[in-house]
């Protein structure tokens, strides 16, 4: 019988669940130090379990394990999605073209703070990481439905903030 012990069984269970780990708690965090964390975290408790975790509940166990860490930090610290770091970008466009954008930019970042934690990690996840509502489900431990719903919401909430969404 396989065990999560076994180091092939780990790195299984890593490569395929690490990257859409990280997404998931980064679009909760908005913080990608505080998301590696959380995830370094949820692998270095697999590990330290591993006897009492089966392979095929390791993935559940990761979700619950960095969402906790989450929700203990943002419990902490009261981390918000809007304290993220923004990133610059050089770029050889016109003064009224870059004004726009950041403009643009800045409204689709406040109406996104401004939906709730699970409509907004719903349409990140989609979106963004083009997961399909039953992953995204699973990951939440909800129903389709439920996504379904949230990603009505967040884009109805969208549209009525944002032109061209």
Request: hydrophobic share 35%; aromatic share 10%; charged share 30%.
């Given at each position: ?133 039953a992953?995204i ?23 009525s ?5």
């Amino acid at each position: 019988m396989e065990n999560v012990c076994e180091d092939e069984v780990y790195s299984t269970i890593y490569n395929a669940n690490s990257k859409t780990l990280y997404n998931y708690i980064y679009y909760k965090f908005g913080n990608a130090e505080k998301a590696n964390d959380a995830i370094q975290e949820a692998f270095i408790k697999l590990w330290e379990n591993c006897q009492k975790v089966a392979p095929e509940k390791a993935k559940s166990f990761l979700y619950t394990v960095a969402n906790n860490t989450y929700l203990n930090v943002l419990k902490a610290e009261k981390v918000r999605l809007k304290y993220a770091t923004n990133q610059k970008d050089v770029s050889h466009e016109s003064p009224e073209f870059l004004m726009e954008e950041k403009e643009y930019q800045q409204k689709l970042d406040d109406a996104l703070n401004a939906l709730p934690e699970n409509q907004r990690t719903t349409f990140l996840l989609n979106r963004i990481d083009g997961k399909k509502y039953a992953e995204i489900a699973e990951m939440e431990g909800v129903s389709v439905k439920a996504i379904e719903k949230r990603m009505h919401l967040a884009l109805k909430e969208l549209r009525s903030k944002i032109d061209g969404i």
